[in-house]
Antibody
Framework: EVQLVESGGALVQPGGSLRLSCAASGFSFSSSWMSWVRQAPGKGLEWVANIKPDGSDKYCVDSVKGRFTISRDNTKNSLYLQMNSLRAEDTAVYYC???????????WGQGTPVTVSS | DVVMTQSPLSLPVTLGQPASISCRSSQSLVYSDGNTYLTWFQQRPGQSPRRLIYKVSNRDSGVPDRFSGSGSGTAFTLKISRVEAEDVGVYYCMQGTHWPPTFGQGTKLEIK
C-alpha cells in the first residue's frame, strides 16, 4: 500500500527540541521529492520544508530557517524533521508529503501533532 | 512571498446545486517552462488534505468529474457542478511556481 506514516509528535516546552519521522512505503521513496507541511489548530496549511530525492538540496521557509532541518535516509525509506528552539507558534499538526513536481503534493500522511507549551 | 487569496471563505450550498471557489495570486503563476503550477486540495473534517486538481485543470485519478479547475495567470476557479454531501470540507488552492509554495486561506464548504 502506498502510504506515509508520521511519528514523533509530542508536547514540548518552549525552547525545546523534537525530531519527527515519516516512514514511506509502496512507492519509490528514493526517487521522490519529499516535504513537510504544517497546520496550526483551526488554521490553514503552511509549507515548511522540502528535500531533493538524493538529499543534496533542501529548502525551508523563513519562519523556521536556522531552527528546523529536513533530512532523509533512503536506505530506510524515511524522512525526518529536526526541530530546535521550538516556539508556541510552531504548534501544529505536521504532515509528511510526497511532492511530484512544484509542490503539487499527491500523497499526504495522517499527520503528527506537535504542541509547544510550558 | 506570493499571496493566494480565496473567496468566498465560507460557502453554504444546497445539495445538488453548483459551487464555485475563486483563487487569485499576487503574481502570475506561469513558470518559465510554460506550465502553471496551481493545485487544489480538499480537506474533509478530521482528515488529511487530498489533491483534487493539479496544473490548473488536471483532475486526479478517482476524483469525480463534477470537480473542474480553470483559470490562467493570476485568476483561478474550482467548480463543483452538483454538490454532494461528501464534498463538505475545506478547499485550498496552492501555488508551486514561486518559492516558497503558498496556500490560500481555505474555503469552507457546508451544506445549506
Amino acid at each position: 500500500e502506498v502510504q506515509l506514516v508520521e511519528s514523533g509528535g509530542a508536547l514540548v516546552q518552549p525552547g525545546g527540541s523534537l525530531r519527527l519521522s515519516c516512514a514511506a512505503s509502496g512507492f519509490s521513496f528514493s526517487s521522490s521529492w519529499m516535504s513537510w507541511v504544517r497546520q496550526a489548530p483551526g488554521k490553514g496549511l503552511e509549507w515548511v520544508a522540502n528535500i531533493k530525492p538524493d538529499g543534496s538540496d533542501k529548502y525551508c521557509v523563513d519562519s523556521v530557517k536556522g531552527r528546523f532541518t529536513i533530512s532523509r535516509d533512503n536506505t530506510k525509506n524515511s524522512l525526518y524533521l529536526q526541530m530546535n528552539s521550538l516556539r508556541a507558534e510552531d504548534t501544529a499538526v505536521y504532515y509528511c508529503a510526497r511532492d511530484p513536481q512544484f509542490a503539487a503534493i499527491d500523497l499526504w500522511g495522517q499527520g503528527t501533532p506537535v504542541t509547544v507549551s510550558s | 512571498d506570493v499571496v493566494m487569496t480565496q473567496s468566498p471563505l465560507s460557502l453554504p450550498v444546497t445539495l445538488g446545486q453548483p459551487a464555485s471557489i475563486s483563487c487569485r495570486s499576487s503574481q502570475s503563476l506561469v513558470y518559465s517552462d510554460g506550465n502553471t503550477y496551481l493545485t487544489w486540495f480538499q480537506q474533509r473534517p478530521g482528515q488529511s488534505p487530498r489533491r483534487l486538481i493539479y496544473k490548473v485543470s488536471n483532475r486526479d485519478s478517482g476524483v469525480p468529474d463534477r470537480f473542474s479547475g480553470s483559470g490562467s495567470g493570476t485568476a483561478f476557479t474550482l467548480k463543483i457542478s452538483r454538490v454532494e454531501a461528501e464534498d463538505v470540507g475545506v478547499y485550498y488552492c496552492m501555488q508551486g511556481t514561486h518559492w516558497p509554495p503558498t496556500f490560500g486561506q481555505g474555503t469552507k464548504l457546508e451544506i445549506k
